[in-house]
């Protein structure tokens, strides 16, 4: 997992995929159109998306295989809760067409990220996550990007 200051992605050089979805985060702000945006296939895309953030007992603990996810924060804030994924309990089956898995939620937590605009968390396979976590009093309609980039 990496966090940091958007301002500050060009000091992990992980290549030109990244640098150019880096280049399209850079674009957003709180009043971008929501949606899917191709930026090179299947092997890179984003997603905008607004939701209203949730509890622990109301989140779940996924992660992916095929694609690492760089999640940015639009608008508001949200918790990302963060797990190791080879002690945690499947859920479900691996679903390979939305490169996703849920998990039981009973391992111990090993850290949170508060995702507040301006910030950016890459998550990679082995990271499991619940996002979408309550920051603050109550619960708030954010707007979050996430991108996703092919290993």
Request: charge should be negative; glycine fraction near 6%.
């Amino acid at each position: 997992m990496i966090f940091d200051h958007l301002d500050k992605a060009d000091a992990y050089a992980l290549g030109a995929p990244w640098q150019k979805a880096f280049e399209f985060l850079r674009t957003l702000g709180p009043d971008s159109e929501e949606g899917e945006f191709q930026l090179d296939g299947d092997r890179l895309f984003a997603k905008v998306m607004s939701y209203e953030t949730r509890t622990p007992e109301e989140g779940n603990v996924e992660a992916h295989r095929q694609y690492a996810d760089i999640q940015v924060c639009l608008h508001e804030a949200e918790g990302i809760d963060l797990f190791y994924t080879d002690h945690l309990k499947p859920r479900t089956d691996y679903d390979s067409e939305k490169d996703l898995i849920f998990f039981q939620p009973e391992a111990q937590l090993i850290g949170r990220v508060d995702m507040h605009p301006g910030f950016f968390c890459v998550l990679y396979p082995q990271d499991a996550h619940r996002p979408q976590m309550i920051v603050g009093s109550g619960k708030k309609l954010i707007k979050k990007a996430v991108v996703k980039v092919a290993l």
